[in-house]
């Protein structure tokens, strides 16, 4: 979609341009200059700028279960692009390179300045496989490291990097699905000003053969790139432009489509998919659910399951099926059916490590849900006999929100030594902050709470709302040392963390205001 964007802003620049030309002068604003391309820590910023909105997009969605399978295909591309050399030094470190999952229901997958890339529901419930995903994400993730971002940005030399921001997140707004009547009207233009506005075909050639060479190496099927090609064939016969917004983005030239069918290896273009796999089925039958499908879609995802025909199905999608329709019975808050299909879940997926604890996550977030305490603490301690379980993020999160529920103090403490030592290794993970905020709240200890809320403010970049939370932070300190309890030594080494990192953020909320 990031060409989706493009089209409709530079649409909306063509109609804004004297406007913001005049603005440009008056405020002395920054231009991008008449380089052929957008300079890549300007493009980081303004990429920065439109993930600060996106964070606070109620549509925005960090699932751990699903982040983590997303990520598993991810960071070996990432890995692939650095080593054949397609991703240099320089922007890697420059760079966010973080995906970003959004709950709208239309297959799209879209770049964004910086290193930012978004992903809809939609599209992780029609893909097929690992290796379909990675077709896409290494076609995305190609448009970034050869600059074709850059430098459609740099065409519009006569924007400042914050009006570009402000218009990608309008289109991005306008091409919700939600609204069904502007999703055409954003369609209509990108068709209308395709011609100028996209990227070019040369790009897409381009970001075809890279991605394709990254998904190899990254050791995806080569089948995969042809079989997603097949599926946006299909929905593009049957004149699917509204679910597939991809495809507008992406026409399927049939250059496009040779030029793919010739890089498959001798043969393989009549080589089966890869069959679908268990822990893909279900990774589908998650994302169906959470992207907010309505109460008729749940119940029909629900009735998906029960029925004999489904005993003779192969396993994989037996057991989507029944995942699938376990979660969309939870969300119903039909805990007795949720409970059934969770039963024959997991004896189906007996054995299997890499999807029996898919199903053990899945009953306890159902415990959780119906408010099974008692039972959600029993599973979590007769969690699968595997050691690394533990500090799996999707595991961490649920013993977290475990602790909440119970309200209690030993709980609440191991769910927040655990945090930190996650935290350690992933300082820029919003919702792991936000959650050790909560624990410490139920131990009482507010000034830490604050300050990992804070945190979470600082790694959603909202760094005026972390610079508000180091504020009261420090009011608090303040009020417990006249009261004569904020003498501990713990209150002073808190302190003085609260301190310097108040003064770092201070800096770079005015680093951030110098941008506009
Ligand atoms: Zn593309």
Known sequence: MASVTIYVLILLAALLAPLSARSADAMQLPTLGDGSEMSS????RLGDRIAREIYRDPDYIDDPVLADYVQGIWQPLLA?????????????ERFAWELMLGRDRTVNAFALPGGYFGVHLGLLAVVGSRDELASVLGHELSHVTQRHISRVMAKQSQQTPWMIGAMILGALAASKSADAGSALIVGGQAVAAQNQL???????READRIGFGVMTQAGFEAQGFVSMFEKLQQASRLNDSGAYPYLRSHPLTTERIADMQGRQP???GNAPSAPLSPEHAIMTARARVLSNPG?????AIASEAPGTSLATAPLARQAGALYGAALASSRLRDFAGAAQYLQRLTG???????????SHWLEVEVALSAGEIRRAAVLLEQAPADAG???QRPELFLRAQLALQMGEMLAAKDASQALQVWLVAHPHDAQAWQLLSSVYAVQGQMLRSIRADAEAQVSRLDYAAALDRFRA???LMRKNEAAGTGSTGQDHIESSIIDTRKRQVELLLKEQSLER
């Open 41 to 44: 820590s300007v493009e980081r």
């Open 473 to 475: 932070a420090q009011e």
């Open 295 to 299: 109460v008729d879609a749940l119940r």
């Open 348 to 358: 189906l997926l007996r054995g299997d490590a890499a999807t029996a604890r898919l």
């Open 80 to 92: 692939a692009a650095r080593s054949r050399g397609d991703l240099s030094s320089e922007l890697s």
């Open 198 to 204: 996209n990227f070019s075909r040369d790009m897409e």
């Open 389 to 391: 379980l533990q500090r």
């Open 266 to 268: 001798l043969g393989a």
